[in-house]
């Protein structure tokens, strides 16, 4: 007693449990290997083991003694290597976890002898990790969690002995390029997370997995499902958001998963959905956009949610069978702005009337709105038309977003919403004035952006119920009406201006705080690197509270670059390009660099080029690597001029220093980059912490 009284004074604020020690919590102290306290200390009742923290620890203890061990917490003890392999004796351990321990590289064999382990919390480090070829002898394990651990290069065969597993998930395990074939002998598994992993391919043992309800392989390489996929019967969820490379094979067993409630085939290569997707009488929410698609098969009524890219497609399905669908997106991005056959889409543009919210893009002609009385949120976006007419059919409207309309210059009939809560106008170019928007009693969240022919607003006083306010990158506003007790309130042209008020009270008084723009832009071709190093540089940058812009829509860019990547390029202070083998084969990515170079050279902007798996003579088209991508985009682009520009760009980044990244070296290198950033912006007396908070 007097040795753990001592020890309680040594480690002040520990929690100690006398009389038989159940409990031992010695997180953040300064223990070490040669700590010789573990011999004076009777262990066989001990429960819990609490280390985390412990920065000096590099190995941990004989475990011998700690026979009633049901949980071990060894996170965040950055120098820890070495996992004594007596931890096989613990056989009630129930919880471990060794999150944060950034130099563990492996996990002993006899780690396989814990019988009643429930739980495993794992590290997440870019360096290499070894899970034991015992590692399936963990009869009790219910859930596996490795998610964002490129160093994992494959997992063990014995892997399919985890009989009580219910959930395994990969998440953005890039080093996992293939799953066991064992993995079928999970018979317990309900969930398998794949996404942003490195599999390839989904084995034909899937089909054995009778109890797995949910299946997640979005943004992956995966180029088909197996022949066995219907063979999943109790699946509920499959998602395969933006896997480009995903095609029709083996597309109609789909049809076989009669318990399917979500499917998401968002951006793929698929070019037709089968006809039996009609036979899924519980689907609810389906996702079948594709840049390839060309007709839609009939779909079942049970949808509540339908999110359809066509842009194929001659004319719009009739979806007035639909009866429960709550909400549609429907986008045709044909890149053309010729009039449809008004007549044809007149007979088929039928919406069901259950809509509460609709999303429309691309459209020319909208459709009737006359049967929506439960439509609450509407948003048009690129409708290539002067006006956006409002009806007395729109008076129940919550909200309105109007977006990238570049034409249109009226929205007349706005003072008939009467219940509109928030009211959003983005990029439309030729608006010059809001009218009736003083008669939006019911307004509470005002949202202006990019409209540069608007020079002023009207006195926003007289909405009593408005308390959010955000205006970004109007040129011509300088100031705000109406807004009291803002001081001198200086509008700028670039980042976005936020006003709160603090009260309900119409006379109270707004707070304005400055929304700053970007201090960083990575510019990448997504199916290189987005889900490796670009990913994990992005976290580490956005952990040191620098603001970065990442493209995170990927989508099919046939209509040319976007008015916001453009606009978040201008605003960046660094411009981080991730030079691929592929970068050059990619227009959109030649089209950043030539635009960060030309604002290098009259801006001074810095950029740091990352040289992913190529060589300088490479950028700087001494090699053919780049030298046939721009050829080939000579055969097919219009503008020679154009793609001389791009050589320029390849060949003056090409002569910059920068970094140069292989998989060893990854850890070491997001730091480096990080550290340079700092300093740079630093340099530069960017404070965007402080510009956030001001």
Same mark, same amino acid.
């Given at each position: ?173 890039? %080093? *996992?390029? #293939?799953? /066991?074939? +064992? !993995? @079928?002998?999970? &018979?317990? $598994?309900?969930?398998?997370?794949? =996404?942003?992993? %490195? *599999?390839? #391919?989904? /084995?034909? +043992? !899937? @089909?054995?997995? &009778?109890? $797995?309800?949910?299946?997640?392989? =979005?943004?992956?390489? *995966?180029?088909?499902? /197996?022949?066995? !996929? @219907?063979?999943?019967?109790? $699946? ?459």
């Amino acid at each position: 007693m007097a040795f753990l009284a001592d020890m309680a004074n040594s480690f002040p604020g520990k929690n100690f449990h006398f009389g038989g020690l159940v409990v031992l919590n010695l997180s953040n102290s300064n223990i070490e290997d040669s700590w010789d306290g573990w011999s004076q200390m009777k262990m066989n009742k001990l429960k819990v083991l609490d280390l985390t923290g412990c920065r000096l620890l590099t190995r941990t203890p004989d475990f011998s003694k700690f026979t009633s061990l049901e949980t071990l917490i060894l996170a965040r003890c950055v120098k820890l290597t070495t996992i004594d392999g007596s931890i096989g004796e613990l056989k009630l351990l129930r919880t471990f976890n060794i999150n944060g321990c950034k130099v563990l590289r492996k996990l002993p064999a006899k780690f396989g002898s814990l019988q009643s382990l429930i739980e495993i919390i794992m590290p997440h480090h870019y360096q290499h990790f070894k899970l034991p070829k015992t590692f399936g002898n963990l009869q009790s394990l219910s859930s596996f969690i490795l998610d964002e651990h490129p160093g994992i290069k494959k997992l063990p065969n014995s892997i399919g002995r985890l009989v009580k597993l219910k959930r395994l998930s990969l998440c953005g395990c890039v %080093g *996992i390029k #293939k799953l /066991p074939g +064992s !993995i @079928g002998e999970m &018979k317990m $598994l309900a969930e398998l997370d794949l =996404s942003k992993s %490195g *599999i390839v #391919k989904l /084995p034909n +043992s !899937i @089909g054995s997995l &009778k109890k $797995l309800k949910v299946i997640r392989i =979005s943004y992956t390489v *995966i180029r088909n499902f /197996p022949e066995t !996929i @219907g063979h999943v019967i109790k $699946l509920k969820e499959l998602h395969a958001k933006k896997c480009w490379n995903l095609t029709d094979e083996n597309l109609e067993k789909i049809g076989n998963l009669s318990n399917l409630r979500i499917l998401d085939i968002s951006y793929t290569s698929v070019t037709s959905f089968p006809m039996v997707l009609g036979c899924l009488s519980r689907l609810e929410t389906l996702e079948m956009s594709s840049s390839h698609l060309q007709e839609v098969p009939d779909l079942p009524s049970s949808l509540t949610h339908l999110h359809m890219q066509a842009p194929h497609f001659q004319s719009i399905p009739n979806l007035s069978n639909l009866v429960n669908l709550d909400h549609l997106e429907l986008s045709i991005l044909n890149g053309s702005m010729e009039e449809p056959d008004i007549a044809r889409m007149n007979d088929s543009y039928l919406l069901p009337s259950s809509l509460s919210t609709l999303k429309l893009r691309g459209m020319h002609l909208l459709p009737p709105f006359s049967n929506l009385k439960k439509l609450s949120e509407m948003s048009i976006m690129e409708h290539p038309m002067s006006r956006f007419s409002i009806s007395e059919d729109l008076t129940h409207l919550r909200i309105l977003k109007l977006r990238k309309c570049k034409l249109m210059e009226k929205i007349p009939g706005l003072a008939l919403l009467k219940n509109l809560w928030c009211l959003d106008l983005n990029r439309l170019e030729r608006l010059v004035e809001i009218h009736e928007l003083l008669e939006l009693k019911s307004l509470e969240h005002f949202r202006i952006a990019h409209c540069n022919e608007i020079e002023r607003l009207p006195n926003l006083s007289k909405l009593d119920k408005l308390r959010h306010i955000e205006l970004e990158a109007c040129l011509k506003i300088k100031e705000i009406e109406g807004v009291k007790d803002t001081g001198t309130l200086k509008l700028d042209n670039r980042g976005c201006t936020v006003l709160e008020r603090l009260l309900d009270d119409p006379g109270s008084t707004w707070l304005s705080h400055r929304i700053p723009t970007y201090d960083v832009f990575l510019s990448f071709r997504g199916q290189d690197t987005r889900f490796s190093i670009v990913e994990i540089l992005h976290k580490n940058l956005v952990h040191n509270k620098i603001l970065v812009y990442m493209d995170n829509e990927a989508v099919a860019h046939d209509r040319g670059i976007s008015w916001e990547l453009l606009g978040a390029l201008d605003d960046s202070h660094i411009y981080i390009p991730f030079l691929s083998k592929g970068y050059a084969s990619s227009k959109w990515c030649l089209h950043e660099l030539a635009r960060m170079v030309a604002r290098k050279k009259s801006n001074g902007k810095r950029i740091l080029p990352i040289f992913c798996d190529v060589e300088k003579e490479d950028v700087k088209l001494e090699s053919n690597l780049y030298k046939d991508a721009l050829s080939d985009h000579r055969k097919y682009h219009n503008n020679d001029d154009e793609v001389m520009e791009w050589e320029e760009a390849l060949k003056y980044v090409g002569d910059m220093d920068g970094y140069h990244w292989t998989t060893n070296s990854l850890e070491g290198l997001i730091e480096r980059i990080t550290e340079d950033v700092l300093k740079d912006l630093e340099g530069a007396d960017i404070r965007r912490t402080q510009a956030v908070e001001d």
